[in-house]
Nanobody, 115 residues
Framework: QVQLVESGGGLVQAGGSLRLSCAASGSIASLNVMGWYRQAPGKQRELVVSFTRGGDTNYADSVKGRFTISRDNAKNTVYLQMNSLKPEDTAIYYC?????????WGQGTQVTVSS
C-alpha cells in the first residue's frame, strides 16, 4: 500500500507561483506511474501531469510551459512547480500513484488563484 501526502497549496494572485509536494510512504522509484490531477468545483477530476517509471511525461495542454513536475527519489517526493498561475487553475490538486494493479490517491491540497 502507498500513502501520499500533498502539501504546498494556498492562495496566490494571478501570475504568481506555487510549488506542491507529494510525499510517498515508500520508494517512488518502484511506482509504475505518478502524477498530479486537479478538480475544480462542479467539474470532473482531470489530469495535470503524469510520468511513468520509464521516463515518459504527459502534460495537459492547459498547463504546458507553465507547470513542471520533478521528483527526488531520495526523499520519495514528487513536486509540481506551477508558474504563471491563472484563476482557472483554481482547484483541489491530488497526487496519484500507480503500483500495478492499484491506484493510490492523496487527500488533496487546495490551490486558489485570485484575479
Amino acid at each position: 500500500q502507498v500513502q501520499l501526502v500533498e502539501s504546498g497549496g494556498g492562495l496566490v494572485q494571478a501570475g504568481g507561483s506555487l510549488r506542491l509536494s507529494c510525499a510517498a510512504s515508500g520508494s517512488i522509484a518502484s511506482l509504475n506511474v505518478m502524477g498530479w490531477y486537479r478538480q475544480a468545483p462542479g467539474k470532473q477530476r482531470e489530469l495535470v501531469v503524469s510520468f511513468t517509471r520509464g521516463g515518459d511525461t504527459n502534460y495537459a495542454d492547459s498547463v504546458k510551459g507553465r507547470f513542471t513536475i520533478s521528483r527526488d527519489n531520495a526523499k520519495n517526493t514528487v513536486y509540481l512547480q506551477m508558474n504563471s498561475l491563472k484563476p482557472e487553475d483554481t482547484a483541489i490538486y491530488y497526487c496519484k500513484a500507480r503500483l500495478w494493479p492499484f491506484d493510490y490517491w492523496g487527500q488533496g491540497t487546495q490551490v486558489t488563484v485570485s484575479s
